[in-house]
Structures are given as C-alpha cells and as structure tokens.
C-alpha cells in the first residue's frame, strides 16, 4: 500500500546542533508540505514543493530549509536548533495539477530542543 | 492575521447526539474545503471536504454545511460516538495549486 512515513518518529537534540528529519512518500505525488503543530497555534505550514527541484517558504519558514532531489522524499532541516523548534513536525503530501486536492499526512516527529 | 477561524478551542457532546464543530474564513478566494481529524500521537487524516459549488456534502455520519456569504462552514457528526473524541481542524484552499490554510483545531469529546 502507498504511504507516507516521517524518521525519526523522536528525536532529542541540543541548541546549535543541526537536525534533519526525514520524509517518504510513496504515493507519487508532485506536491508534499512540511508543517509544525503547536499548541494554540494549529497546524502552521513552514516549506512545500511543487516537484524535484521546487521549494517554496511558508508561513514559518525561519531556521529551517528543505530540498527536492526526487519525487519521494523532502527531508526537512533545522540549521541551528533553537528551543523555540520544540514542536510536532508533519509531512504530507498531495497530487498536482488538480487544484482541489486533499493532502495525506505522516505519522509525525516530535522534536525537543534541550 | 487568520485567514481560517476555529473559535471554539472544545467542545463536549453527549454519545448519541449531534456535535456541530464550526469554521469562518476571511478570504473569499477559497473555494476548496476539508475537515481533517486529528487522534493523538498521530497525523490528521482526511475525513471530508466541500467545494464552493456546493452547499452541503455528506458522508455517511458526517456532514459539512458551506454558507458562502457568511464565509462559514460547519461539521455535523450525527450521532456522535466515544470514536469521534479527538481535534478537528478546518482547512481551505484555492484553486491553483496554492497550500492549504489550517484552522487552530476544535477538541471534541464525545462522553459516553
């Protein structure tokens, strides 16, 4: 079955320290999206892709960066780890070209910036 | 400033009854909707969506009601089971490949 998957599913890291957190999907899909989910604050949208190669910033973009080598994957990087990036972090992806399309979201990686 | 509102941050509902979770967004370019269902420790997964066109779409015990003019949707879950507890975000998009906006998310629980 396709799906899409988030790795490290935990992760523990230190202020300044670079991290980077992995995500997979399988469907095929042009597009996938990086999201933060916080409390009081929902789901803030920080990079997304419209395919290899194409990144575009979001809402939260500061501190982080992502890259499209290939369709499947668009790993997610925190350049310098900040306390203020402890948070849940949500891949998802969604076809192209259709305008109205529904995303698919992974399972989630909760990071904590000591 | 929040393109999409969720003002209510819970909601309580007895089993068996309606729960009615609602929506307002500013921009009147959307025209694609969805409610997405959030269990903990997990990733929210799609429950239903709407496009501008229409005015009520339907699911089995879901339904979404869009009111155009008053920028405003709403879920409808009837009847409400201990399953459904969980938070529920609203989304919405417009056509064109542009990202979904996310609601702040309604916690719903379901008492039995």
């Known amino acids: 079955d396709a799906e899409i998957t988030q790795s490290p599913r935990h992760k523990i890291t230190e202020t300044g320290r670079q991290v980077t957190l992995a995500c997979h999907q399988t469907?095929?899909?042009?597009?996938m999206f990086w999201y933060r989910q916080d409390l009081g604050h929902g789901l803030r949208l920080i990079h997304y892709?419209?395919?290899?190669?194409?990144?575009n910033k979001g809402e939260v973009s500061d501190g982080y960066s992502v890259s499209r080598s290939n369709t499947e994957d668009l790993p997610l990087t925190l350049e310098s780890a900040a306390s203020s990036q402890t948070s849940v972090y949500f891949c998802?992806?969604?076809?192209?070209?259709?305008?109205?399309?529904?995303?698919?979201f992974g399972p989630g990686t909760r990071l904590l910036v000591l | 400033d929040q393109q999409v509102k969720q003002n209510s941050p819970s909601l309580s509902v007895q089993e068996g009854r309606i729960s009615i979770l609602n929506c307002d967004y500013t921009?009147?370019?959307?025209?694609?909707f969805l409610w997405y269902k959030k269990y903990p420790a997990e990733g929210p997964t799609f429950l239903i969506s709407?496009?501008?066109?229409?005015d009520k779409n339907e699911d089995g015990r879901f339904t979404v009601f869009l009111n155009k003019s008053a920028k405003h949707l709403s879920l409808h879950i009837v009847p409400s089971q201990p399953g459904d507890s969980a938070v529920y975000f609203c989304a919405a998009s417009n056509s064109g490949n542009t990202p979904l906006v996310f609601g702040k998310g309604t916690r719903l629980s379901v008492i039995a």
């Open positions: 469907w095929n899909h042009n597009n």
């Open positions: 921009n009147s370019m959307f025209d694609y």
């Open positions: 709407i496009s501008s066109i229409k």
């Open positions: 998802a992806s969604s076809e192209s070209g259709m305008g109205q399309e529904t995303q698919y």
């Open positions: 892709s419209y395919g290899v190669q194409d990144t």
